[in-house]
């Protein structure tokens, strides 16, 4: 793949990942990175976040990590992923000058497992393969989290949690729902990043006590789990991003209409097929 399209796909998605991570992952420079946006005439597109974050860190005398600024930028009317500013603070460095504690974490409570996805994202039957993520949905009124398990035979949304809070008990409401929902055996197995709640010993103990097998993307490697990601874009391009959403309440409403729409007659282009149907297939 040549140089300049592999820095067109980390443009595509800066706003996701890490520019760091991503020049890794294709194995070129951040200064060849930024040289192709100045070839190309683009405007970084994080500046104006970052005079917003640098305004912030003057009035807290550099003492915000990026949740504090995240906070902060909410109040401002301003709605972006937490990710995104811990990345634009790292990139114009703006991180804040207090020193973090350093915790120790006790190996019970801190689960990490091997990758048994690897990629390999196509399943020869429903409940083999469940791939899990959490996203941010802005509102008016601050921004609200979905918790979804997306099977990977079908593509079909198995189960999905909205919550004002991004907690270990998201995720874990969003296991049992799949769980009351779904026939599953010792081989299903369920793949997520390694964020909190997904290392968590609740979330081991939950899991184990299902008989299901955790998978865990490789650390800094967003691209174990794209099939998560890829699901969330879709909802936010044909959903989210068309309309103001004024609470909590009309982001629950908004969400469980394009899920039954997503699940029950969305045709794939794929298959053809909705994932209603190609589950009704393999049934059959």
Not at 31 to 56: H, N, Q, T, V, W
Not at 136 to 146: D, E, R
């Amino acid at each position: 793949m040549k140089p300049s399209i592999k820095y067109q796909v980390i443009f595509k998605h800066k706003d996701k990942y890490s520019i760091s991570q991503m020049c890794k992952f294709f194995g070129v420079s951040r200064s060849g990175y930024y040289a192709f946006l100045k070839r190309m005439d683009i405007p970084d597109r994080d500046l104006p976040l970052a005079e917003k974050i640098r305004e912030c860190q003057e009035e807290s005398h550099n003492t915000y990590g990026y949740r504090r600024v995240h906070i902060w930028l909410e109040k401002q009317g301003i709605y972006c992923n937490p990710k995104t500013v811990l990345r634009v603070m790292q990139k114009y460095n703006l991180l804040s000058v207090v020193r973090r504690k350093k915790f120790k974490y006790v190996s019970e409570h801190l689960h990490k497992y091997p990758n048994l996805l690897n990629r390999e994202f196509n399943a020869d039957r429903p409940n083999q393969k469940w791939v899990t993520d959490i996203s941010y949905i802005p509102t008016a009124q601050g921004n609200c989290y979905l918790s979804i398990i997306r099977d990977l035979y079908d593509n079909s949304i198995v189960s999905y949690r909205l919550s004002r809070k991004m907690t270990v008990k998201l995720v874990l409401d969003t296991i049992k729902e799949a769980v009351k929902k779904e026939n599953i055996t010792a081989e299903l197995q369920l793949h997520s990043d390694q964020g909190s709640q997904y290392v968590s010993h609740e979330y081991h103990l939950l899991t184990q006590s299902y008989g299901i097998t955790p998978s865990m993307s490789r650390r800094g490697n967003p691209y174990d789990n794209a099939l998560a990601e890829n699901f969330f874009s879709i909802l936010k391009t044909e959903c989210i991003n068309r309309v103001k959403i004024a609470n909590y309440k009309e982001a629950k409403l908004l969400i469980n209409e394009y899920i039954n729409f997503y699940n029950n007659y969305r045709i794939q282009t794929k298959t053809k097929l909705t994932p209603l149907e190609k589950r009704n297939q393999f049934v059959a």
